[in-house]
């Protein structure tokens, strides 16, 4: 595989901001998806934004948020990382790492999502298993938590 267009989902399922949280939540547990992305609107797919699976838990279960009422804007993540078709593979691969993130939306050059690539088609696609296993546990490193007690320098 030498670019995203070749390893991508294509015409992935997207949702709106107005969506209310609760029924993109039974559209990922129906359909076995972990983030969708969030679009203008359905005929151009206008990336805006993503919602994940995480996204739910932690900015709606978490934050004791109301499902049926609270709309995807209000939880999604704006402008998220993206990439495009002819992007090559590796470019993609480190910006996950970097980045720590397990999906990622494939736009073209009007910035309408044209695919997505998740961290489970990465360990399905490519041949380079070591590959795999570095970027994987390097997309899933927990963040450097770093204390500082105020009264100490």
Do not use: F, W
């Not at 595989?1 to 993109?24: G, W």
């Amino acid at each position: 595989m030498n670019n995203c267009q070749e390893m991508m989902t294509k015409n992935p399922e997207c949702c709106l901001a107005s969506d209310k949280v609760y029924t993109i939540a039974q559209r990922m547990q129906s359909g076995n998806i972990g983030a969708l992305p969030v679009v203008e609107n359905h005929e151009t797919k206008k990336l805006i934004g993503i919602i994940t699976d995480r996204d739910l838990a932690v900015r709606v279960v978490g934050a004791s948020l109301d499902a049926t009422n609270t709309p995807v804007k209000n939880v999604m993540t704006p402008n998220p990382v993206t990439c495009y078709p002819a992007d090559d593979v590796n470019t993609m691969l480190g910006i996950m790492a970097s980045r720590q993130i397990r999906r990622i939306p494939i736009i073209d050059e009007m910035g309408y999502v044209v695919g997505i690539i998740a961290q489970a088609d990465l360990a399905i696609q490519l041949e380079n298993h070591d590959q795999v296993g570095r970027m994987i546990g390097q997309i899933s490193q927990p963040e450097a938590v770093s204390y500082h007690h105020p009264d100490k320098n």
